[in-house]
């Protein structure tokens, strides 16, 4: 669909040069702005999707919410056209790669760079948010980095004006490793939607892994729910803990527990900036209200922690650093000091509670700890007949089916299937199974025995490549080790028109094909259009015509403007980027002489008449 706006112009100005990428609601392209002369690009909306209304609002919701925000780390936008038949945005181009293939190509970033990028992002987000924007797409596919380490946050795609829309439909948005655990569970989402999303990313870029990875998207989001990220310095020992502390605020399941607004989460990034050996200890909340946000500022809880802490708390490598009190709080410290008569009592009824505490605290524990010695170890050696052990039959070739209509069986075991792929056994025979046959295993009355059983799906259907142009190809990589076949790659930058550089081109095998473990897969991605460079000749005090044909010998294009001179008529007297080297069909703008203004030929004057006038009055 994409080929048929290649070569055209937009409204006549914006002429579409090639595409860059494609998202599930619009196509973009690098474009030349005739008006302004500069690269641009467009995003154009399917045309699929162009005419039905539901979409068109959510591409317009989209212009209005980029359009709202002008901020140095958000991508700009010049231009809209809403009124079809073509619906397109037009934004500033970026000239970089996006902070998922920075990532790929470098792994584990440093955390002084991590926190460079993350300052930009924060600031974007804080942007955004200030705007009443929830961007609900935070990825590092959607982040770019410029050659010069700026960040740019881009797509908006599914950003949504929260002033005209507060609550989530039933469609789920986001992408899945990055997804916060309300969204994923379609709860309703706010701004800390995006903090969580956020928190991911940073975590990515201190590790060089997601915090969660499953083989399908539903396993990803269920981990996202109810799964604990490994922690980061647990992977990267360089990561100070201040830094982890922030994160994982961030990355708290319980939107409650997160940073409540972006501009906290910059106060502590700034914070560690300025410090690194700063520890962030906040207070969590086990649940929020329900059918209203809680009020609770885990911020201001955990500074006012830090600050209770006692004077002369020491500083321990790895625990939290704690606060002195100010002077204003020593002196409200003293004034609220109780007699001795209030401190005699208090110690002694401190020291009460403090024994019956004591004697709670290591009995109770002892008494637990005596029950279980009794039943699982005391009991049965001081009474041998107390727990009867049988040998496990052997089930390992019956057919799974057969055995689950076998009621003298099921009366003596419960069973736990599992299923495996085998070349060798049959669909439905059972390949082994745990415990082994003739082990012994506990009869204990009124319980069954616990087996777990392989049962074979037969052979398993073959492996298939999978349609990967248009994806870079660190993330092609990434698709394929999915499958878990030992594959190799051989990889291979090829010049394109057509596709953005590092988005796959090609694979060998072919999409459809099948894949076996251990083969070579070859893909070639996209090296960027082959661009050739030309030195723009000097046509300056030639004439129009020779001009022309000069820079045409060259595959340049040109403009030309009249302006008054006193040089001859059609002489080029100015032309851009003469001597520089650009690419072929650049412009070249003429300045050209309309030619010495033509002095007037005075008047004869009239001879006078020999008869004289008269006036008739």
């Not at 002369?312 to 410290?333: M, Y």
């Not at 669909?427 to 025995?449: F, H, K, M, N, Y």
């Not at 309309?594 to 008739?616: D, F, L, Q, R």
Request: aromatic share 8%; hydrophobic share 40%.
């Amino acid at each position: 669909m994409e080929e048929k706006y290649i070569g055209t112009v937009l409204d006549g100005r914006y002429e579409i040069l090639n595409l860059i990428g494609k998202g599930g609601m619009s196509m973009v392209f690098r474009a030349r702005c005739h008006k302004l002369n500069r690269f641009v690009a467009v995003k154009i909306l399917n045309d699929d999707l162009s005419e039905k209304e539901e979409f068109r609002r959510r591409f317009v919701h989209e212009c209005e919410a980029i359009a709202s925000i002008t901020h140095p780390n958000i991508v700009t936008v010049f231009d809209v056209q809403l009124n079809g038949p073509v619906y397109y945005i037009v934004m500033e181009l970026v000239q970089g790669v996006t902070l998922k293939a920075y990532i790929n190509k470098k792994g584990a970033l440093p955390w002084k760079a991590a926190l460079h990028f993350s300052l930009q992002i924060a600031g974007a987000i804080e942007a955004a948010h200030s705007a009443g924007i929830i961007h609900r797409d935070i990825k590092s596919q959607n982040i770019m980095v410029l050659h010069n380490g700026q960040i740019k946050v881009a797509d908006f795609g599914i950003a949504r004006l929260t002033s005209k829309s507060r609550t989530l439909t039933n469609t789920s948005f986001g992408s899945v490793e990055y997804i916060s655990p309300e969204m994923a569970k379609g709860s309703a989402t706010d701004k800390r939607t995006d903090i969580y999303s956020f928190g991911v990313v940073i975590y990515e870029m201190l590790t060089g892994v997601l915090p969660f990875e499953a083989e399908t998207p539903v396993a990803i989001a269920l981990a996202h729910i109810n799964r604990e990220a490994i922690p980061m310095n647990e992977l990267n020992p360089d990561i100070p803990l201040g830094f982890c502390d922030i994160v994982a605020h961030a990355m708290q399941k319980s939107p409650v527990n997160r940073y409540h607004t972006a501009e906290k989460m910059i106060d502590d990034l700034e914070e560690f900036r300025i410090n690194p050996n700063e520890r962030f200890i906040y207070s969590l909340i086990s649940e929020e209200p329900v059918g209203k946000t809680a009020v609770v500022d885990t911020d201001i809880i955990r500074r006012t922690a830090a600050e209770e802490a006692p004077e002369d708390t020491p500083e321990i490598p790895g625990e939290p650093v704690r606060k002195k009190k100010s002077p204003i709080e020593r002196v409200f410290d003293e004034r609220a000091a109780p007699t001795k008569k209030e401190a005699r009592q208090g110690r002694r009824k401190a020291s009460y509670i403090s024994t019956l505490v004591t004697i709670v605290g290591v009995g109770v524990p002892l008494v637990i700890l005596f029950v279980i010695m009794w039943v699982n170890v005391l009991g049965p050696l001081l009474n041998p007949k107390q727990v009867e052990r049988v040998p496990v039959d052997n089930f390992v070739g019956m057919a799974y089916n057969d055995l689950m209509m076998d009621n003298d069986i099921l009366q003596k075991y419960v069973f736990t299937a599992v299923y495996e792929s085998s070349e060798t056994a049959p669909e439905g025979e059972i390949i082994s199974q745990s415990p082994l046959a003739e082990a012994l295993a506990p009869l204990i009355p009124d319980q069954r025995i616990p087996v777990t059983l392989t049962v074979s799906t037969g052979i398993a259907p073959p492996v298939l490549m999978p349609e990967l142009t248009g994806r870079e190809y660190h993330e092609a990589k990434n698709i394929l080790d999915r499958f878990d076949l030992n594959l190799k790659y051989e990889f291979s930058a090829v010049p394109d028109d057509n596709i953005s550089k590092d988005f796959v081109v090609e694979t060998i095998p072919k999409p459809g094909d099948a894949i076996i473990k251990g083969m070579t897969i070859v893909v070639k991605y996209s090296d960027g259009p082959l661009i050739v460079l030309v030195k723009v000749p000097d046509v300056v005090g030639l004439q129009l015509s020779a001009a022309i044909l000069q820079l045409q010998s060259y595959d340049l294009q040109f403009e030309t403007i009249y302006v008054p001179d006193d040089r001859p008529r059609d002489q080029v007297i100015f032309a851009t980027q003469v001597g520089q080297e650009v690419e072929k069909g650049t412009v070249i703008r003429l300045q050209v002489s309309e030619g010495p203004k033509e002095t007037p030929t005075p008047e004869p004057t009239p001879t006078p008449s020999e008869e004289p006038e008269y006036v008739v009055g």
